[in-house]
């Protein structure tokens, strides 16, 4: 069986407070984009076996799809084991929830390859005990996403535009981006203000209230996300904004001419660069 794991964005990240059990309360907007890895799943006689096209994709049990998989076979007791490869096109350290897509994309071929009859719900709830971004990528559907990840209030996504992703070398370890926050002086974008561009097709909102509370300890830790920032500013782009915990970068345009300028400027600096849209179903 083949499926994609799509990669998402965040278009607004605000980090409320930090809970007593150490975690970080959230309030974000995230969109599934097109941009996504292509995974392999078969079913063999028992175990779990991985491979994978990149040397930099552990193959153990420290995989999130391996721990998925674990869980699932476990949770209901499947005697049969997986093969799993999967093409890597989502880079890691990137904001771009690279491993939670991977795992819940084999969260549903497995719910499909053994028959088990899940709901989306049952998946990520399974799912959120070993990624906080796991429930969202189960759905791949635009959202209002509370608490650690696992809250998700569906939104219809009415915006077009065209986005560049622009990534550095040197990714950003999410533990690294907490540890590093300020929140009374970070920056807390207006959720509901993007909530309501987003969902009335408002793009020039959706510009005005981008915002990420992570952005600012995660420059500290990569100081060339600010270069990639003033860069697509100066190349025209109507926003850009550093997703999730970092590294990279998005740049929105509606003109695909500009899409193209940016993509080839960058590339030649050898950076990460794909040219993406907002996933529709």
Not at 256 to 273: C, I, P, R
Request: aromatic share 6%; hydrophobic share 40%; proline share 3%.
């Amino acid at each position: 069986m083949k499926v994609k794991a799509h990669a998402k964005i965040n278009l607004a990240l605000d980090v409320i407070r930090k809970r007593e059990d150490g975690y970080h309360d959230l309030e974000m907007i995230m969109v599934p984009i097109t941009l996504h890895d292509l995974i392999y799943i078969d079913v063999i006689e028992k175990g779990i076996e991985i491979t994978a096209n990149t040397m930099r994709v552990p193959t153990d049990e420290k995989n999130i799809m391996y721990k998925v998989a674990d869980a699932l076979m476990k949770k209901y007791n499947i005697k049969k084991g997986v093969r799993i490869h999967i093409y890597k096109h989502i880079p890691t350290q990137a904001g771009l929830a690279g491993g939670s897509a991977d795992g819940a994309a084999v969260l549903r071929a497995m719910n499909s390859l053994f028959h088990l009859n899940l709901s989306l719900e049952k998946l990520a709830e399974i799912g959120k005990t070993i990624g906080a971004d796991i429930p969202f990528c189960i759905y791949e559907e635009s959202a209002v996403v509370r608490g650690i990840g696992e809250q998700l209030d569906f939104i219809s996504n009415n915006v077009d535009c065209h986005i560049l992703l622009v990534k550095p070398s040197k990714g950003v370890s999410t533990k690294k981006a907490f540890e590093s926050l300020n929140i009374e002086n970070g920056i807390h974008p207006n959720i509901d203000d993007m909530r309501e561009g987003i969902i009335k097709g408002d793009y020039q909102r959706l510009v005005e209230n981008l915002g990420n509370t992570l952005e600012e300890p995660s420059l500290k830790i990569v100081p060339e996300i600010q270069e990639i920032k003033t860069r697509l500013l100066e190349l025209g782009f109507d926003g850009m904004l550093m997703s999730g915990s970092g590294s990279c970068v998005f740049g929105l345009t509606q003109n695909e001419e500009l899409l193209n300028k940016g993509a080839d400027s960058f590339k030649k600096d050898h950076y990460f660069v794909r040219k993406t849209n907002i996933l529709k179903k």
